[in-house]
């Protein structure tokens, strides 16, 4: 494995003084893609939430460390030693988050467009227009058609699965290092999932992007992932290459309910 673009150490989450989550240990170099897995309750999101600085009042990290090798950084950076202003700073740049929800992390009352320039401007200095033919470059290549309409509409007038590819359009706007993407596709319809898919397949291979995918998905994971950690009860079930961990002749049983929920569809006659 190369240098490690993201570590996490013994990395524990606690909220209220009581640890829920960890402790949880991985590294990932670029281009190499985890897949989180595990059911619903059992941290996935705390993980994500606990590098970006995104835990709820009351949650910190409060053992182990989080690194981040930031572009052009020789050394990595220790997240949980950052001041909050330092680490948005890395957010966005650094660090990309997809959320379950993206429509809601939207800003109801601006364009658009105007929210993807604005959060590309926060970080570099560039036109309007040029932040407009990357976007739109963007969902394009998310399946959504008409991309200059949704450009100049409010989050209001999307779709639950136009918000979710809006969502994910402008959080690979900033080009980040490390993506961390809660359910990309739950909202989607299967084109718009193949899609979403095949572009996050393509930072990954094409652009180096280090992908952290939480997921209740096995045929999504297996698509993309590499690396599979299992998460059961707020601990760590199982770790290590995708193939090994989900395989079905070696699964841990936690990893084995994920497979057995898969559904199997049948024709009726084999009702
Ligand atoms: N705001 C909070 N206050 C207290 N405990 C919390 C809070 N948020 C999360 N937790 C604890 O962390 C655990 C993990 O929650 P998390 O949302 O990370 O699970 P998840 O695996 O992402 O679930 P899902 O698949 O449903 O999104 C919860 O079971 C809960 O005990």
Avoid at 61 to 84: E, F, H, M, N, Y
Avoid at 100 to 129: K, Y
Wanted: neutral net charge; glycine residues 10%.
């Amino acid at each position: 494995m190369g240098q490690a673009v993201l570590e996490y150490e013994g990395v524990e989450v606690s909220y209220g003084g009581r640890p829920v989550v960890g402790p949880v240990s991985f590294a990932l170099s670029e281009a190499q893609a985890l897949g989180v897995v595990g059911a619903s309750g059992s941290g996935k999101t705390t993980l994500a939430c606990a590098a970006l600085g995104l835990l709820a009042p009351g949650g910190r990290i409060s053992a182990g460390d989080i690194r981040l090798r930031p572009q052009g950084c020789a050394a990595p950076v220790s997240l949980t030693q950052l001041r909050p202003a330092q680490l948005r700073a890395l957010c966005g740049t650094s660090m990309g988050m997809v959320f379950q929800d993206a429509l809601a992390s939207l800003n109801p009352v601006r364009r658009i467009g105007s929210q993807a320039f604005e959060a590309v401007r926060a970080h570099e200095r560039t036109s309007r227009a040029q932040v407009a033919r990357r976007f739109a470059a963007l969902l394009e290549r998310l399946a959504l058609s008409d991309p200059e309409r949704v450009m100049a509409g409010y989050p209001a007038e999307l779709s639950g699965g136009m918000g979710q590819r809006v969502g994910i359009a402008l959080a690979l706007l900033l080009r980040p290092r490390v993506l961390f993407a809660d359910e990309p596709t739950a909202s989607l319809d299967v084109i718009a999932q193949r899609a979403v898919a095949d572009e996050l397949a393509r930072l990954s291979a094409d652009e180096g992007v280090a992908l952290v995918l939480i997921t209740h998905n096995i045929a999504l994971a297996r698509h993309l992932c590499d690396e599979a950690l299992v998460m059961s009860g707020g601990a760590v079930a199982d770790q290590g290459p995708l193939a090994h961990v989900l395989s079905a002749d070696r699964a841990c049983p936690e990893a084995r309910a994920l497979l057995d929920a898969v559904p199997q569809l049948t024709g009726r006659e084999g009702r």
